[in-house]
């Protein structure tokens, strides 16, 4: 009895149709609002000097056997000195930086229009969504699934003698939020800020310690061995120049 | 760095365009994205395109960016009445745009109005002092006024933050190498081989280094850089096999009359 419940094409037009376009609507318009909102920051230098600091003493230290010993030596000196090294970080400015990064206004503003531009055009949805189409069938996936997919495709409805294949209209929203991600890049361009699953990532990045990695580059320099390749390459440019002349 | 597939692309669509073949708009999308400096080729394609007002409404928004390209080539090629044109537009475009007023301060320096330039990007900086390409045109153009030890003190107060950048390392060394100071050139020949420790190229420049410095130690260094890079090059690299040659050589007299086994 499941298998042959007929969808009123009414249905479609004015649940189906209707989401999914509103849908697309309001990620444009969030685009084009966080793009309005978007403040461009200047990067702070000491920032981007531990950065650089950070990938000149991973070069150091994944190739530190191709430059002479004595050469190696001063620069691990220069990165790891405890007075004044590159990578040394005087102890109690880690939390420091940790305070400073909420005590900036700036940057919880910024964070806070990031919040609000994802934030609450989805509750609004949602409400909207729950407060007209709560209920629906909505639609009819082709192929049959197993149970497991109940929970996916039909949130909101509490009948489990329904087949798994037919879609409530909940879920069809849920389906449209991470499922149109496709569609925006190609109508608003590749770097398109709507991607909700890239900004979360970004989110539980925040925080991050730069000191941190600073430390552990450190430690990294500390423990390296220094064995200069350079005698094998004499071997090896022979052994390369026999070949060439046999 | 340019790979094998990405230059033979180019090097065919350049065929392409000179023969009349269109793709102009490909063509200068790929060198900017590979940041080449063919400004000649990119000077005439790229004003064939802005001329033509049909070929340039199809571009949209990117138009402005060909504009920009334009003019630097213009530069580039001592065009600078294109130049003006092009910075011109951008500018009626754009008011008050940095990126803008970039341009306009490079034109002031192809003009060889180096005060002006000078006052233009100690501006720019003021606005954002972290904005690399004009910390390395300050740099440039001190090295065009022939001020090299200007250009050296610029150089180094740049890598004091961005000492990642590998295209500054090889510019000081270039610079050192000139002005005869070896000890510092070797430095950032390291610091180049550090980053990349498969590039010839920076193998050969630092055996150079050694070699000219002189003394047993770094004779024998060199001897091994330049074993180093005829490995990496498969023996095909003439230089560096004189320079074993030299550097044998070079030992050779030093070692004379010591015993056999300090030689090695």
């Given at each position: 009895?499941?298998?042959?419940?007929v969808?009123?094409?009414a249905?479609?037009?004015w649940?189906l149709?209707?989401?999914?376009?509103?849908m697309?609507?309001i990620?444009?318009l969030?685009?084009?609002?966080?793009?309005?909102?978007?403040s461009?920051?200047?990067?702070?230098?000491?920032?981007?000097?531990e950065?650089?600091?950070?990938?000149?003493?991973?070069?150091?230290?994944?190739s530190?056997?191709?430059?002479?010993?004595?050469?190696?030596r001063?620069?691990?000196?220069y990165f790891?000195?405890?007075?004044?090294?590159?990578l040394?970080?005087?102890?109690g400015?880690?939390?420091?930086?940790?305070?400073?990064?909420?005590?900036?206004?700036?940057?919880?503003?910024?964070?806070?229009?990031?919040?609000?531009?994802?934030?609450?055009?989805?509750?609004?949805?949602f409400?909207w969504?729950?407060?007209?189409?709560?209920?629906f069938?909505?639609?009819?996936?082709p192929?049959?699934l197993t149970?497991?997919f109940?929970s996916m495709?039909?949130n909101?409805?509490d009948?489990?003698?329904?087949d798994?294949s037919?879609?409530s209209?909940r879920?069809?929203?849920f389906?449209?939020?991470?499922?149109?991600?496709g569609?925006?890049?190609l109508i608003?361009?590749e770097?398109?800020?709507?991607?909700?699953t890239?900004r979360?990532?970004?989110?539980?990045?925040f925080?991050?310690?730069?000191?941190?990695?600073?430390?552990a580059?450190?430690?990294?320099?500390?423990?390296?061995?220094?064995?200069?390749?350079?005698?094998?390459f004499?071997?090896r440019?022979?052994?390369?120049l026999?070949?060439?002349?046999? | 760095?340019?790979?094998?597939t990405?230059?033979?692309q180019?090097n065919?669509?350049?065929?392409?365009?000179?023969?009349?073949g269109?793709?102009?708009?490909?063509?200068l999308?790929?060198?900017?994205?590979l940041?080449?400096r063919?400004s000649?080729?990119?000077?005439k394609?790229?004003l064939?395109?802005?001329?033509?007002s049909t070929?340039?409404s199809?571009?949209?928004?990117?138009e402005?960016?060909?504009?920009?390209?334009?003019?630097?080539?213009?530069?580039?090629?001592?065009?600078l009445?294109?130049?003006?044109?092009?910075?011109?537009?951008?500018?009626k475009?754009?008011p008050?745009?940095?990126?803008?007023?970039?341009?306009e301060?490079m034109?002031?320096e192809?003009?060889?109005?180096?005060?002006?330039a000078?006052?233009?990007?100690?501006?720019?900086?003021?606005?954002n002092?972290?904005?690399?390409v004009?910390?390395?045109?300050?740099a440039?153009?001190?090295?065009?006024q022939?001020?090299?030890?200007?250009?050296?003190?610029g150089?180094n107060?740049?890598?004091?933050i961005?000492?990642?950048?590998?295209?500054?390392?090889?510019?000081?060394?270039e610079?050192?190498?000139?002005?005869?100071?070896?000890?510092q050139a070797?430095?950032?020949?390291?610091?180049l081989?550090?980053?990349?420790?498969?590039?010839p190229?920076?193998?050969?420049?630092y055996?150079?280094?050694l070699y000219?410095?002189?003394?047993?130690?770094?004779?024998?260094s060199?001897?091994?850089?330049?074993?180093?890079v005829?490995?990496?090059?498969?023996?095909?690299?003439t230089r560096?096999?004189?320079?074993?040659c030299?550097?044998?050589?070079a030992i050779?007299?030093l070692?004379?009359?010591?015993?056999?086994e300090?030689?090695d």
């Amino acid at each position: 009895m499941a298998a042959d419940l007929v969808l009123d094409t009414a249905i479609r037009d004015w649940v189906l149709i209707p989401l999914s376009v509103v849908m697309v609507l309001i990620g444009v318009l969030r685009y084009f609002v966080s793009k309005l909102m978007r403040s461009s920051q200047l990067p702070d230098a000491k920032i981007v000097k531990e950065g650089q600091v950070i990938i000149r003493a991973r070069n150091l230290r994944a190739s530190a056997n191709f430059i002479p010993s004595k050469s190696f030596r001063a620069r691990k000196a220069y990165f790891g000195n405890e007075e004044n090294g590159l990578l040394f970080v005087p102890k109690g400015q880690a939390q420091n930086a940790q305070a400073q990064m909420f005590s900036d206004p700036n940057m919880a503003m910024d964070m806070m229009k990031k919040n609000l531009s994802m934030i609450i055009p989805q509750t609004l949805t949602f409400a909207w969504v729950n407060f007209f189409f709560s209920g629906f069938v909505a639609a009819k996936i082709p192929f049959p699934l197993t149970q497991r997919f109940r929970s996916m495709l039909q949130n909101g409805i509490d009948y489990s003698t329904i087949d798994v294949s037919y879609v409530s209209s909940r879920s069809w929203y849920f389906l449209n939020m991470f499922g149109l991600r496709g569609l925006f890049s190609l109508i608003l361009g590749e770097e398109n800020a709507t991607d909700d699953t890239q900004r979360m990532m970004q989110m539980s990045g925040f925080g991050f310690d730069p000191s941190k990695s600073l430390g552990a580059e450190k430690d990294g320099l500390d423990i390296i061995q220094h064995e200069w390749a350079l005698p094998k390459f004499e071997q090896r440019a022979e052994a390369t120049l026999r070949k060439l002349i046999s | 760095m340019v790979s094998k597939t990405e230059e033979t692309q180019v090097n065919r669509l350049e065929n392409q365009v000179d023969n009349g073949g269109g793709g102009a708009w490909e063509y200068l999308c790929l060198v900017r994205k590979l940041k080449l400096r063919r400004s000649d080729k990119v000077l005439k394609h790229g004003l064939s395109i802005l001329n033509d007002s049909t070929k340039r409404s199809t571009l949209g928004s990117e138009e402005w960016t060909l504009y920009e390209q334009v003019a630097i080539a213009a530069m580039d090629c001592q065009c600078l009445d294109v130049a003006k044109d092009c910075i011109k537009v951008l500018q009626k475009k754009f008011p008050g745009s940095k990126r803008v007023g970039r341009l306009e301060a490079m034109l002031l320096e192809a003009k060889g109005s180096w005060a002006e330039a000078e006052i233009a990007y100690s501006s720019l900086l003021e606005d954002n002092s972290m904005d690399q390409v004009i910390h390395k045109r300050r740099a440039a153009m001190a090295k065009a006024q022939g001020n090299l030890s200007g250009a050296i003190e610029g150089l180094n107060k740049y890598l004091e933050i961005f000492m990642a950048d590998l295209d500054v390392w090889r510019e000081l060394a270039e610079i050192y190498v000139s002005l005869q100071m070896y000890k510092q050139a070797a430095f950032c020949y390291e610091e180049l081989i550090l980053s990349q420790p498969t590039n010839p190229v920076y193998h050969l420049a630092y055996a150079d280094v050694l070699y000219t410095l002189g003394g047993l130690e770094n004779l024998q260094s060199a001897k091994k850089y330049y074993a180093s890079v005829t490995d990496l090059t498969g023996g095909k690299n003439t230089r560096a096999l004189f320079g074993i040659c030299l550097c044998t050589f070079a030992i050779g007299q030093l070692t004379k009359g010591r015993n056999k086994e300090e030689k090695d």
